[in-house]
């Protein structure tokens, strides 16, 4: 294959892309530039690339051909649709590291001598940021539980930081996924089908708020609740509505940093009432 498949531009100066929903809105356009400076790389400009979300796999493959084929078309950061682009364009790079082999996404593209690159770094940044959340042995002491509303990328890493940790007590019993369509679930149960692990991991298709608050309501104390599901940020609305009732001393993770947030707001009601400890996008 080559570019003429693709309306490929040509760039005059090294872009740096950013693929995304609603790219405009993020701040690393504002902040990408400053790391730029700090860097000696000033001449490196960022790019928006706004995708439907699950959009058409051809939007997806003219993304990387440009990446692929301008030579000054450096690479991306790759939000939300991490599994959607691998899938739609595996074929296109010539290495994928091997997170993005297990996992089946990538969120990072980078050109190397001539070769296009995938990376998955999910597995990296959200088990750093669950690291710092939890002390060593939390799940041990607390018996604590995890309960993940979203089973794409940035859920399954976590799964799979988690699934990697050497000691037992760094690794909860049970893992649950909550998602709004069944295909995710599948590539979840797929990615973990090839690996060992001792954590009970339960797969769970549903988009009715109401049920996923009864869902929520069973999970033990301390249990972790996160919300990977975009919704607050590519999409209006949480997975949980505001009768929804936190475990007693759990913790609440916010996966997005920016939009309406109502999941985080949600969490916030029940600092007081049910010792909720929150955390937001921003530690990610």
């Given at each position: 294959m080559n570019n003429e498949n693709y309306p490929v531009i040509t760039k005059s100066v090294p872009t740096f892309y950013f693929i995304g929903v609603t790219t405009g809105k993020s701040s690393i356009m504002k902040v990408f530039p400053l790391w730029m400076k700090v860097l000696g790389r000033e001449e490196v400009v960022m790019e928006g690339v706004d995708c439907k979300i699950h959009g058409d796999p051809e939007a997806y493959r003219t993304a990387v051909a440009q990446i692929k084929y301008d030579p000054l078309s450096r690479g991306a950061l790759v939000t939300t649709h991490k599994i959607d682009l691998l899938t739609a364009a595996r074929d296109m790079f010539d290495y994928l590291d091997p997170y993005a082999m297990i996992t089946g996404e990538v969120s990072c593209i980078s050109k190397l001598e001539g070769r296009l690159e995938g990376h998955a770094k999910d597995p990296i940044t959200s088990g750093a940021s669950l690291d710092a959340i939890i002390e060593p042995g939390y799940f041990a002491k607390t018996h604590g539980d995890v309960l993940c509303f979203g089973a794409g990328g940035s859920g399954v890493a976590t799964l799979l930081h988690l699934i990697n940790k050497k000691d037992k007590g760094d690794r909860p019993k049970k893992f649950t996924f909550v998602n709004r369509s069944q295909g995710r679930l599948d590539h979840a149960k797929e990615m973990v089908g090839g690996l060992k692990t001792d954590i009970e991991i339960e797969y769970i298709c549903n988009s009715d708020p109401l049920i996923n608050d009864k869902i929520m309501q069973k999970f033990p104390p301390y249990s972790i609740i996160i919300n990977a599901t975009g919704m607050g940020k590519d999409t209006p609305g949480s997975p949980i509505t505001w009768e929804g009732k936190f475990p007693m001393n759990s913790i609440s993770w916010e996966f997005n940093?920016?939009?309406?947030?109502?999941?985080?707001?949600?969490?916030?009601?029940?600092?007081?009432?049910?010792?909720?400890?929150?955390?937001?996008?921003?530690?990610?």
């Open positions: 940093y920016r939009g309406e947030l109502d999941f985080l707001h949600q969490s916030l009601a029940q600092v007081e009432s049910r010792k909720v400890k929150v955390e937001d996008g921003w530690l990610y």
